[in-house]
Antibody, heavy 123, light 107 residues
């Protein structure tokens, strides 16, 4: 089965750091760009960051640029999100997801999602 | 950034009803639009991609249409398991953006 499993969420103080992981299985990990999406409590979905299959290209939402770093270890089939200088407004469930087609293909979507991991930023 | 506006934000309907949700983009996005369904406490699930292509395993009661700036998601006959929140998303350009969501409730 194709599966994504996030881990690493928790309670962190404002200004602190946290690293999320997303373990992938059931598909050729290196062939697909991966993304992080977050959802604040009771709110909608927000795309956070994307990384290409080879890890060489990354994109960030303005809200996290300079504070979050997306990366991947293709030897371990694992996606990461390093979060620093965390703020209360970063409190959310963080989902990793797999993209279905290449950038620029109108068929592109996020076809497989993890179950999410909760990050709470509070003192 | 491309803004997506869904209407309505809330929708009350009955089992067996036909419902339509609209998503309007602030600028043209060709057919680079996806629809997702999300139930409470669960991850979003892909329903439609490329504006009109049904994701594998999704019931044929779901359909999507549109291109450019106006898109629709239609559920031809509501089933109890369809009551959820629905989001559109544009993947034409970064930053990828989502609509604010449409919560579909049982009447």
């Amino acid at each position: 089965d194709v599966q994504l499993l996030e881990s690493g969420g928790g309670l962190v103080q404002p200004g602190g750091s946290l690293r999320l992981s997303c373990a992938a299985s059931g598909f050729t990990f290196t062939s697909y760009a991966m993304i992080w999406v977050r959802q604040a409590p009771g709110k909608g979905l927000e795309w956070v960051s994307s990384i290409s299959g080879d890890g060489k290209s990354t994109v960030y939402a303005d809200s996290v640029k300079g504070r979050f770093t997306i990366s991947r270890d293709n030897s371990k089939n694992t996606l990461y999100l390093q979060m620093s200088s965390l703020r209360a407004e970063d409190t959310a469930v963080y989902y990793c997801a797999k993209t279905s087609h290449d950038y620029g293909d109108p068929k592109r979507a996020f076809d497989i999602w993890g179950q999410g991991t909760m990050v709470t930023v509070s003192s | 950034d491309i803004q997506l506006t869904q209407s309505p934000s809330f929708l009350s309907a009955s089992v067996g009803d036909r419902v339509t949700i609209t998503c309007r983009a602030s600028q043209g996005i060709s057919s680079s639009l996806a629809w997702y369904q999300q139930k409470p406490g669960r991850a979003p699930k892909l329903l439609i991609y490329g504006a009109s292509t049904l994701q594998s395993g999704v019931p044929s009661s779901f359909s999507g249409s549109g291109s450019g700036t106006q898109f629709t998601l239609t559920i031809s006959s509501l089933q109890p398991e369809d009551f959820a929140t629905y989001y559109c998303q544009q993947l034409n350009s970064y930053p990828y953006t989502f609509g604010q969501g449409t919560k579909l409730e049982i009447k």
